[in-house]
């Protein structure tokens, strides 16, 4: 049986999609032309904010998910840190 999809994404703060991978959700956030790629319970982790980046997701889907990999291992890092205090 397949996963969940981990990656939620959200226009003007309302749910719009969810992608299982990184790229998908850059393709699709770069569609939508805004809006945040977020992950986490209740998806309150923020990985991706369209406007807010150095580059946009459209100009390449590839280093956008590079982006919100990097961001979702430092948020794996920092909670097994915690859990060990």
Known sequence: ??????????RDGEYVAAAKHAADAAALIA?????DVRCGHAARFILWREGSE????????DRC?????????????????????
């Open 1 to 10: 049986m397949a996963g969940s999809p981990q990656y939620k994404l959200y």
């Open 31 to 35: 569609v939508f032309g805004c809006g």
């Open 54 to 61: 150095d580059f946009s997701a459209a100009d390449s889907y």
């Open 65 to 85: 998910a590079a982006v919100i990999n990097q961001r979702q291992k430092e948020l794996r890092e920092q909670a097994r840190a915690a859990w060990w205090l």
